[in-house]
């Protein structure tokens, strides 16, 4: 979906600018807007949490989707996160995803209307139940206790 996230995003106005993180070393996008910039697969947790924590909004573009990590990721920085409808089955009980139409138009709205209520947004986002290290181990410490 990056393609048609690209396409979409080139007719979005300027003021809005899109960071993709994760594409292949040889990876070469031609006729890039001055508003799209593409960075290399990022390994180093520190500097990827830090993309995170740049951006006001992550994008899932995919057209596919079982359990995007990458979203629940978002969701732990506090970061609204925006799907297309192909895959509005991810959000499950989640708060802080919206859904978007295919289209640059209803993307520029969703974008929006993120961006004008982003502080109660991000209030509701701390209402999630995120899975997390510390969780996974007590869960985990549970399970070897009971055997």
Known sequence: ????LISLFKKIPYDKNLLIVGA??????????????VKNIEQNEDKLINYYDQSSIFILPSFTEGHPMTLLEALSRNKPVI?????EHVIGNKKGIYISKRNSEDLNKTINFILEN????QEQIKENNLPTKD?????????IDSN
């Open 118 to 121: 982003y502080q109660s947004i």
């Open 83 to 87: 799907i297309f409808d192909e895959i």
């Open 24 to 37: 292949e070393k040889n990876f070469k996008l031609n006729n890039l807007s001055k508003n799209i910039s």
């Open 135 to 143: 969780k996974f181990l007590e869960k985990m410490s549970t399970v």
């Open 1 to 4: 979906g990056i393609f048609s």
